[in-house]
């Protein structure tokens, strides 16, 4: 018998003496316990197995090659020779027995069941020439190791090859599949030969100092395999250790470390070839940074707020997570847990994520509806109000103040409205929140300044300035204001009503005299002016469409018909693309391109350009309204 000592604190080996004279059995020392591994026993219908037999004495040695006697309590079931190789013949339950000096020593039971199995991983990937043994598992008994029964081949031979027990040499690169087959079954996972890495980069690569990590956020690792000649190697099999999952655990799919707790730990790459490669991981709360700080979104829309961890020069880290977001006015907008917005209604709302040790950032979110007008009210002045063009019912005051306020336009990024108003006398150019707050004034010259006209950019408004003597199409700066002329009329000639195109090059407006009104256009960074149409009308200015064509609005001299006209500036071909009964005035297309708006007998009409058709939107007042803009 041989003797085999298991734990640190077994004894030391020692050889058992035997009893009795030379044939007689072996005697077991007293105390010595039979037990035969493994136990229970699974198997396939046709499958072997061997068992083992250890003598296990008081001291925690054990006895190997003890005789035993086999014996099947059903040979049906499974059967067993003198070797004890087990081998299933039938499902069912049955056991083997194991007998030493004519008694029985141990029992274990046996089940015999047809199970699918797998082989375990979804591929299996080698470099050239390398080895590796593939595993087949049988998942309903317990993820057990399938060994017997087993014949293996690649589907493509000169890929690689594969021995009898499933270990496969890598012969050249390419894709091809592995294949087991055994017990009426069959099993494939793909074969990945890839070539030899030479180099691997790292960003960030390890470094002296940790790697931080945010508290409850996110940082990646990315690892790019390349070979000799620099061609990448994506199929390199890397593998990842993390030293404690309770402070960082990692995603390699992604190449995303996820930082748990406050502490500090370690991130292992290991790959053929190559020494481990070691990151300090040390997770702690960093600041936070809000993505948009703010947000311009219609009612009932959806947008969504992000918040990442950023180092201390302000370079986001990555994604924060389990944040706490809320609303100052949750009546206007509604925030969920993952930081989506929902407008509820028009007005303006701050929205807070919130981290579980206390650090805040915060978005300001503007709900809008679609469409800015001005209700003229006479005497009393005229506001400017927000109307949902699908919804003209709700309709949110902006702005009453007594003065004469006008020419109302969102900035591209719809958080500021442009307008010009006459309460300090003249007509300027004035800027205000999108609820009307934190109004100011961009000009304060001489003269009437108005119809301002937002750069695509937001940092210019185009308008028209109406100085004593002199007509200008004038550009200024929002912050601080500057003003300069891009165009000045001759003596006779008004210049109003401008636009500027959506690519930021071209401003149209109108030149009117005493006998007619054109449609000009100059170029933004200069050069002449240039008529483009001819005997406009007078009350509505030109508006682009996204594309860059233009439209404009055209009155006949015995005032018995017009029309609407969309004007392609590089061929100077003109359309009719809606007649009208009535003088249109304040025309205003959609931002989509899909809508136009216009004022025709101080009613609003909205036309779309899939059906054609025009509609009076009923609004909820009966005062006079002008001046549209999406």
Do not use: C
């Not at 001819?534 to 030109?542: D, E």
């Not at 015995?558 to 590089?570: A, K, N, P, T």
């Amino acid at each position: 018998m041989r003797v085999v000592v298991f734990g640190p604190d077994a004894p030391a080996s020692r050889r058992i003496p035997s009893a009795g004279v030379e044939g007689d059995p072996p005697t077991l020392p007293p105390g010595t316990r039979v037990q035969v591994i493994p136990d229970p026993v699974y198997l396939l219908p046709g499958e072997r197995q061997d068992l083992r037999v250890l003598g296990l004495l008081p001291d925690r040695t054990a006895l190997e090659g003890i005789p035993v006697r086999w014996s099947s309590t059903d040979p049906r079931i499974a059967g067993v020779d003198n070797g004890g190789a087990v081998v299933g013949r039938n499902q069912g339950h049955g056991a083997i027995i194991a007998s030493v000096n004519a008694a029985a020593a141990d029992t274990v039971s046996v089940v015999v069941r047809d199970a699918d199995f797998r082989l375990t991983g979804p591929r299996l990937v080698l470099a050239l020439e390398a080895f590796d043994t593939a595993t087949v598992v049988v998942p309903s008994q317990g993820n057990r190791r399938l060994l017997d029964g087993l014949n293996w081949r690649v589907a493509d031979p000169s890929m690689a090859r594969v021995g009898p027990t499933g270990t496969v040499q890598a012969l050249r690169p390419g894709t091809t599949e592995l294949v087991v087959q055994g017990f009426l079954r069959e099993q494939r996972i793909p074969l990945v030969v890839h070539r030899p890495v030479s180099h691997l980069t790292l960003v960030p690569s390890p470094g002296p100092e940790p790697l931080v990590v945010p508290l409850m956020g996110t940082r990646p690792i990315h690892v790019a395999a390349s070979s000799v000649d620099s061609t990448p190697v994506p199929e390199a099999e890397l593998r990842w250790e993390v030293g404690d999952p309770a402070i960082v655990t990692f995603d390699a799919e992604s190449g995303i470390v996820h930082g748990r707790r406050e502490g500090i730990t370690s991130l292992t790459l290991r790959a053929d070839g190559f020494d481990p490669i070691a990151w300090a991981i040390r997770v702690e709360p960093t600041p936070l940074l809000m993505d948009p700080v703010k947000l311009v979104i219609e009612p009932s829309r959806k947008d969504t707020l992000s918040a990442s961890f950023i180092d201390l020069a302000g370079v986001p880290i990555g994604p924060a997570a389990a944040l706490t977001w809320t609303s100052s006015a949750p009546n206007v907008v509604r925030v969920d847990s993952t930081g989506v917005v929902t407008g509820l209604q028009e007005g303006r709302a701050t929205i807070q994520a919130r981290t579980s040790w206390g650090d805040a950032v915060s978005s300001e979110v503007h709900v809008v509806a679609d469409l800015l007008l001005v209700i003229d009210r006479g005497k009393a002045g005229s506001g400017i109000v927000q109307v949902r063009s699908h919804d003209p019912s709700r309709m949110t005051q902006v702005l009453r103040d007594g003065a004469r306020n006008r020419d109302p336009v969102f900035a591209p990024d719809r958080s500021t409205i442009a307008f010009a108003s006459d309460r300090s006398g003249d007509f300027d150019i004035y800027v205000m929140d999108t609820d009307g707050a934190s109004s100011r004034a961009l000009t304060a010259t001489p003269g009437d300044q108005t119809h301002p006209s937002w750069t695509p950019d937001g940092r210019y408004l185009v308008f028209a300035d109406q100085r004593t003597g002199q007509s200008h199409i004038a550009i200024t700066t929002i912050t601080p204001p500057t003003i300069r002329a891009l165009a000045s009329a001759p003596s006779g000639v008004r210049f109003s009503r401008p636009a500027v195109s959506p690519d930021g090059t071209t401003i149209a407006f109108l030149a009117s005299q005493s006998t007619q009104t054109d449609v000009a256009v100059i170029d933004r960074m200069g050069g002449p002016v240039r008529i483009v149409a001819r005997n406009v009308s007078p009350q509505a200015g030109p508006v682009f469409q996204p594309s860059g064509e233009l439209l404009y609005a055209r009155w006949a001299a015995d005032e018995s018909r017009g029309g609407i006209f969309r004007l392609d500036l590089h061929t100077g071909e003109s359309t009719v693309i809606h007649s009208v009964t009535q003088p249109p005035t304040s025309l205003a297309v959609s931002r989509d391109g899909t809508r136009l708006a216009y004022v025709s007998s101080a009613r609003l009409w909205h036309i779309s350009f899939k059906k054609g058709d025009a509609a009076q939107l009923a609004l909820p007042l009966f005062e006079r309204v002008t001046d549209p803009s999406f």
